[in-house]
């Protein structure tokens, strides 16, 4: 609910609308003197100057205000992060400003600015306590050290020495009573209900200002803060405020409702820090909710970032953990298992490599000093990357900035410059360390973005060459602007940067609202059903999206921002009600809407630029040229004779009883401001960033505090154990509900398609969501494993927790301790896969592992773990493992903390619980995924037991094809049965070819079925067969295709569940030996057949109506059992006359008599019409090409054929009005027969006539050998 950068108001609608709402200050309490601040991780070793102190608030004014309660511990923190600081003479004492965020439970905000500056002690008891700590530290260094020479000069600053050179530092660093003057850091501060930046800058610089010149000021200082205080009153929407600080106007400005949201922190900075590039990759990691982790020796730069990235999320907003500034005491806060933004403040001393986080799995870690930006693993492309960095490099070059930042405005440019620039050119991830900062064109020309740019936009016709550098913008405009160049320009870039980014969204989001679920209760019910609540259709919003965008948007669309913006879009009916952020968006999209009428650009990836800039920069301008009101001077006060006495270089001691009240009456609001200031404005102002009125946000935020579903803020208040405790505990309720809808969402993805009866895999969710969701799963495994670590090793927390598993059990079993409890062989899962059966694969943690490791293209430990965890997800282990894993009670101890989730038992049970819910749906995320590794696959073919197939002479080949490819023809050494053999993953399997030489006395075999096991998934495969393959047997043939599928578990072998006809040729399920007699066989009506044509033909069309990625096997519709060619094979032999008891005839025979028919017949040319001709030429010519093949396949095998390429080439229908014409086909059926009825043939054509509009592919296996 704590949007991101919303620049929203106090809480409260009562609050009357005041610039400021606290004067602050913070420093050194004289009274309790010198407290070491231990919570800030200070170490003893440094000398005494180097350490902190508590700070404490000395004075604030007013003392509390009842729409924004003062909290005193957050605001101490946020203003002296590190706490107290001394300094002498020598060393530099530059005034420091930093801006700070205070976010309540609610998710409401406050903001602070603080300007901190250092004083002369005075008083002589923390001068002497200084003395004595720098006794005690040189007397304890000279017993641990001996001292070595000392060599003054060698040392001159600090960060010029290696943090071990303490001995040489202790002189230069020390403090001498009588020779060196203490200063101690101080810091004035204002409390705020809206973020205006510069000018709370401008007040706090100009009070110092006054403390620090020689002169006094014109007022004394309380009259300046009672101004801001009381005086000066918020500006409304779309207006500009011109106050008075101590020396000068200041001016702020904030937007209209129908504008950008109010945003102050200069974009500029963040660029010149960063570069366009990191900069858009950093707000990739934002939007899709990853753990960032910001780093700078500068507070103000924390704070510029952070805000930057969460206002350019514009419409959608930040909804996790957000503390840009992290005090020293809330360490601990990075062990957080949640998406957080946080910055860290570093010293400037240590580099990274000293830095301890808990878990970097999915962890965007920010440098900002040194223009690095560490990204999580397979992160996502922002859809049009390249272009969008394009167009904000063409508006940065207009203002003369580098797109590719500017490392001299950051310290570490010294250390950078010892980098050799062919290291830098070599790491991919510095991909934008400028060569220079000129900023002239030229130079750009010649860096590698904008020559990657270059070409990319010669492909789209755009030309750079004509790219007009637009020179000092700010001089063109006639109207004469209030504030100066400098912050104008400021304004303008700001804008500028803001529109090209809120136009992605416009663009990508531009019918959003055709997606979006409306409830069909009232909002109470939908309020209590949130959690179970579809509020967007996803599957269908992706499926209108151009391919390149589904990897960023299909893992966009499960955020939580993204789930909060839909929310407010359901809750919010009309306008009035409206968020305004969504109200600024929904009318942005209209516009757009309004343009593409007539060219619905929507739905393709081309690249639309901004056309807002010009409208937002005039509104801007218009408010700074002319100021709409003016605040009340500041005036003296009526203060005691003698106070406000003024002592130049310290602030002063306020008067409290002058600024702690207001105006008696609020008369100034009524005197000074415009008519239209009046309540109803003020509350709009003040509910600004709130969705609901006001009981409906009460409830909001009660249950967003009940559901404890994550912490969103932390806490800022020195933390007690107990503290911390309920914190961790609150995380540990967190992750289990998180896994919890997670493994809902999964399943109901996978399962709710067409209502699919359990237990069949063949309904799949489109690539794309599945490995969102499953990357999402393995996200949540990371954040739980990394929650309460005591010590972090390798990247990956689940990955060397599995190490250390996998190295215990070494152990054990080199020692022979070892229980075989962690290897249950998988006899107990498949009893009976069948009767000759492979010996079953057993389930072990360690060997899944090993599969793994023995990947080579897998390199990092996040990408091991994902793949063990995707394999685990496909062998429907997970939980199981999991549970393996965990069950060494020894380990987790050692490796985990008392709070940590993995040692929290119910908690842990459950999760394990939910994960085992995944085993009522078929994955194939490995097998899809690491489509080019080496896999192991076992064959067993099975033989007849009846009729001894042990005589057989001949030498058997056989040929595997699966999704992926194809094996090619393994010979099988004569009398082997089983065989296991290595090729590249084939993906899911889908037929088998299957045949002989035909050599030798008994070249006869019968072959029951043939089943095959991928050794790594444990897919196992069954392929019926149930016929002969040798000469003058069954129907001659010498090799088979038969059509697999996959074994579930559980199916026993005897119960044909299974879906593959079990005699893949056969016409029917009789002919099994050459033994039975026609007339045995089981007679199918004819409404019967034509109900199975039916089927198989609607199987056919489902199918090409599902999307791509979501399609099963085609070759199982076509030649699987209850597939076309058997449906058809059933329609000619309805009514076939068989001549004699014992001899066969096959549907081939009459095609074959056919086939001569009208091959006479075109010779006598005694053709009806030309139509006819054509059609009866095609099939003679397929009749006889498959005739000609080499391949021995058989007169099934050869119908088989016919049926496949006659729907391919949209055939059939032809061939059969063909043959119900034919006089062959008199001779050889019965006048009752199916193909002699007039009006039976007629409706099975019209029913073969809808395969005409889909393109059919045949699978290679399918019509090997034949051209046509």
Known sequence: MSGGGSGGSGSSSSAPGRFADYFVICGLDTDTGLEPDELSGENFEQTPLRRTFKSKVLARYPENVEWNPFDQDAVGMLCMPKGLSFKTQADAREPQFHSFIITREDGSRTFGFSLTFYEEVTSKQICSAMQTLYHMHNAEYDILHTPPTKDKDSCSTIEGCNGTSVSKLQRFNSYDISRDTLYVSKCICLITPMSFMKACRKVLEQLHRAVTSPQPPPLPLESFIYNILYEVPLPPAGRSLKFSGVYGPIICQRPSTNELPLFDFPIKEVIELLGVENMIQLFTCGLLEFQILLYSQHYQRLMTVAETITALMFPFQWQHVYVPILPASLLHFLDAPVPYLMGLHSNGLDDRSKLELPQEANLCFVDIDNHYVELPEDLPQFPNKLEFIQEVSEVLMAFGISPEGNLHCSESASKMKSLRTCDIVSDKRNGNIAGSPINSYELLKENETIARLQALVKRTGVSLEKLEVREEIGAKKDLKMQCDEEEFKIYQLNIHVREVFASRFTQMFADYEVFVIQPSQDKESWFTNREQMQNFDKASFLSDQPEPYLPFLSRFLETQMFASFIDNKIMCHDDDDKDPVLRVFDSRVDKIRLLNVRTPTLRTSMYQKCTTIDEAEKAIELRLAKIDHTAVHPHLLDMKIGQGKYEP????????????????????????????????????????????????????????????????????????????????????????????????????????????????????????????????????????????????????????????????????????????????????????????????????????????????????????????????????????????????????????????????????????????????????????????????????????????????????????????????????????????????????????????????????????????????????????????????????????????????????????????????????????????????KPKLNTGQIQESIGEAVNGIVKHFHKPEKERGSLTLLLCGEGGLVSALEQVFQHGFKSPRLFKNVFIWDFLEKAQGYYDALDQNELVPEENWQTRARSFCRFVTAINNTPRNIGKDGKFQMLVCLGARDHLLHHWIALLADCSITAQMYEDTALIKDHTLVNSLIRVLQTLQEFNITLEASLVKGIDI
């Not at 685990?872 to 008392?898: N, P």
């Open 649 to 1080: 270089g310290f602030f002063p001691k306020l008067q409290s009883d002058v600024l702690s009240m207001g105006p008696a009456s609020n008369k100034w609001t009524k005197r000074n401001a415009p008519a239209q200031w009046r309540r109803k404005d003020r509350q709009k102002q003040h509910t600004e960033h709130l969705r609901l009125d006001n009981d409906q946000r009460e409830k909001y935020i009660q249950e967003a505090r009940n559901l404890g579903s994550t912490i969103r803020q932390p806490k800022l208040s020195n933390l007690s154990p107990s503290v911390i405790a309920q914190t961790n505990w609150k995380f540990v309720e967190g992750l289990l509900k998180e896994c919890r809808n997670k493994t809902k969402r999964m399943l109901v993805e996978k399962m709710g398609r067409e209502a699919v009866e359990l237990g069949h895999g063949e309904v799949n969710i489109t690539g794309v969501e599945e490995n969102t969701l499953i990357a999402s799963l393995c996200d949540l495994l990371e954040r739980i494993w990394s929650h309460g670590l005591q010590v972090k090793q390798g990247k990956s927390a689940l990955w060397s927790h599995l190490l250390h598993y996998q190295e215990n059990r070494q152990r054990k079993l080199t020692s022979g301790s070892f229980s075989t409890s962690g290897i249950l062989l998988d006899s107990e899962r498949r009893k009976s896969d069948a009767s000759p059966a492979m010996s079953p694969l057993r389930v072990s943690l360690i060997q899944d592992m090993r599969h793994i490791q023995n990947i080579s293209e897998i390199k990092t430990d996040v990408g091991k773990a994902r793949a063990w965890v995707r394999l685990s997800m496909e062998k429907k282990l997970l939980s199981r493992h999991l549970k393996h894993l965990l069950s060494d009670y020894e380990l987790t101890k050692k490796l985990y903390k008392r709070y940590a989730f993995l040692r929290c038992d119910d908690e842990k049970e459950q999760f394990l619980y939910h994960l085992l819910s995944f085993n009522a749906v078929d994955y194939f995320c490995f097998t899809n995924v690491f489509t080019t590794i080496l896999i192991p696959y076992h064959i067993l073919i099975v033989p007849s037991k009846k009729l001894g197939g042990s005589m057989f002479t001949a030498n058997p080949w056989i040929c595997i094809s699966g999704e992926l490819g194809e094996t090619g023809v393994l010979q099988i050494p004569r009398n082997t049965l089983e065989m296991t053999f290595e090729c590249q993953n084939l993906g899911k399997l889908t037929t088998v070819q299957i045949g002989h030489d035909n050599s030798g006395l008994y070249a006869k075999w019968l072959v029951e079925y043939v089943m095959v096991r991928n050794e790594v998934t444990g897919h196992t495969y069954k392929f019926p067969c149930g016929r002969w393959l040798g000469k003058g047997m069954d129907d001659g043939s010498l090799e088979r295709i038969l059509v697999g599928e996959l074994l579930t578990s559980h199916t026993e072998v005897d119960e044909r569940q299974c879906r593959t006809p079990p005699l893949q040729q056969s016409p029917s399920m009789i002919r099994r030996f050459v033994t039975i007699s026609p007339n045995n």
